[in-house]
């Protein structure tokens, strides 16, 4: 009789195969939920509600690092993205990175892993640091968005609540911040602010020379599987693994298929092009070798900002059956 799991996951093409049933996962009758990222994870960590669910990388590790969290991760990437988007500013009154300085800067949580990827480039690239900046905490759309795990954040770094009954979308409208960082885009009548933008004109540019330099693609959300279900069943993560794997290998087959394309966005050929160029073939991979300088990084910065409570090494982030693979 097969396992069954209940999996939490995001609605993406490189999943598709598995909830369609076109990848089965050896042993495991599962049952799929397709869940946004904020009803997830606030689920995930408060309630355990799932048996394996998309993780955001970020509350992973701060739970880990002390040892905390009911999950152990397996190097599956469901979520990657160049944060360079992340940020968005008062472009009336922001002209450089460097203009952030003694700035206040809105965000819906401090530790979310898009604003810790978005601080560690004003960081290094331009030498903004946490401590330069102001930190108003709130909700994009709705007023009052807590952070879903405690934090100890480092004494040199402020962080206020924004206003009763003010978004953090409202203050930038109104100019009451400097600049919004946060993995959506800010909304209300911010979204439509003409002195409301990027921080970067051309992110896309500035992202592609930040990889050519750094060999970093960031990674948003690994998976999780429960700890003990992990003990029960040692071969469990390599099976989740695998059909992860495949079914990403699917997607990418289908989407190389230009005969009649498969997103609903112009100019795809040319974008898969340029990304296989700039990146290699295997330009999402999962699996931690490929993905090693990355994740030093990411372990790097957020035990720096005072996230996670000590350094982890990239050996202890994941369960030890997902480091190797066999091949033919």
Same mark, same amino acid.
């Given at each position: 009789?097969?396992?069954?799991? %209940?999996?939490? @996951?995001?609605?993406?093409?490189?999943?598709?195969?598995?909830?369609?049933?076109?990848?089965?996962?050896?042993?495991?009758?599962?049952?799929?939920?397709?869940?946004?990222?904020?009803?997830?994870?606030?689920?995930?960590?408060?309630?355990?509600?799932?048996?394996?669910?998309?993780?955001?990388?970020?509350?992973?590790?701060?739970?880990?690092?002390?040892?905390?969290?009911?999950?152990?991760?397996?190097?599956?990437?469901?979520?990657?993205?160049?944060?360079?988007?992340?940020?968005?500013?008062?472009?009336?009154?922001?002209?450089?990175?460097?203009?952030?300085?003694?700035?206040?800067?809105?965000?819906?949580?401090?530790?979310?892993?898009?604003?810790?990827?978005?601080?560690?480039?004003?960081?290094?690239?331009?030498?903004?640091?946490?401590?330069?900046?102001?930190?108003?905490?709130?909700?994009?759309?709705?007023?009052?968005?807590?952070?879903?795990?405690?934090?100890?954040?480092?004494?040199?770094?402020? @962080?206020?609540?924004?206003?009763?009954? %003010?978004?953090?979308?409202?203050?930038?409208?109104?100019?009451?911040?400097?600049?919004? @960082?946060?993995?959506?885009?800010?909304?209300?009548?911010?979204?439509?602010?003409?002195?409301?933008?990027?921080?970067?004109?051309?992110?896309?540019?500035?992202?592609?020379?930040?990889?050519?330099?750094?060999?970093?693609?960031?990674?948003?959300?690994?998976?999780?599987?429960?700890?003990?279900?992990?003990?029960?069943?040692?071969?469990?993560?390599?099976?989740?693994?695998?059909?992860?794997?495949?079914?990403?290998?699917?997607?990418?087959?289908?989407?190389?298929?230009?005969?009649?394309?498969?997103?609903?966005?112009?100019?795809?050929?040319?974008?898969?092009?340029?990304?296989?160029?700039?990146?290699?073939?295997?330009?999402?991979?999962?699996?931690?070798?490929?993905?090693?300088?990355?994740?030093?990084?990411?372990?790097?910065?957020?035990?720096?900002?005072?996230?996670?409570?000590?350094?982890?090494?990239?050996?202890?982030?994941?369960?030890?059956?997902?480091?190797?693979?066999?091949?033919?």
């Amino acid at each position: 009789m097969n396992l069954r799991l %209940s999996i939490a @996951m995001g609605d993406y093409d490189r999943n598709r195969a598995l909830f369609d049933g076109g990848v089965q996962i050896d042993g495991v009758d599962p049952v799929f939920m397709l869940l946004n990222p904020e009803e997830m994870f606030f689920r995930a960590f408060r309630s355990i509600d799932f048996d394996v669910s998309e993780l955001s990388f970020s509350s992973y590790l701060v739970k880990h690092a002390k040892g905390e969290c009911p999950y152990i991760a397996l190097p599956i990437f469901l979520s990657r993205a160049f944060r360079h988007t992340s940020i968005y500013v008062r472009k009336d009154r922001i002209k450089t990175p460097g203009d952030l300085k003694g700035k206040k800067i809105g965000v819906p949580e401090y530790q979310l892993t898009a604003n810790v990827w978005a601080r560690s480039i004003l960081e290094d690239d331009y030498g903004v640091k946490p401590s330069d900046v102001t930190w108003v905490r709130g909700g994009i759309d709705e007023p009052g968005r807590p952070e879903k795990i405690k934090l100890q954040l480092p004494g040199d770094v402020t @962080m206020i609540d924004a206003p009763e009954g %003010s978004t953090i979308s409202d203050l930038l409208d109104r100019g009451e911040i400097d600049g919004f @960082m946060a993995p959506r885009p800010p909304g209300g009548a911010a979204r439509h602010n003409p002195n409301v933008g990027w921080l970067f004109d051309d992110p896309t540019a500035v992202a592609k020379d930040y990889f050519k330099r750094t060999g970093v693609f960031p990674i948003m959300h690994v998976v999780g599987l429960r700890k003990e279900l992990a003990a029960q069943h040692p071969w469990l993560p390599a099976a989740l693994v695998k059909a992860f794997e495949k079914s990403k290998a699917a997607a990418l087959d289908k989407l190389a298929d230009t005969s009649a394309t498969k997103v609903t966005l112009p100019f795809v050929e040319e974008q898969l092009k340029a990304a296989k160029e700039t990146m290699g073939e295997d330009y999402w991979s999962y699996g931690v070798q490929p993905n090693l300088r990355t994740l030093e990084t990411f372990v790097r910065h957020h035990h720096a900002q005072g996230l996670s409570s000590r350094q982890v090494p990239v050996e202890e982030l994941f369960h030890p059956a997902t480091y190797e693979s066999y091949k033919i």
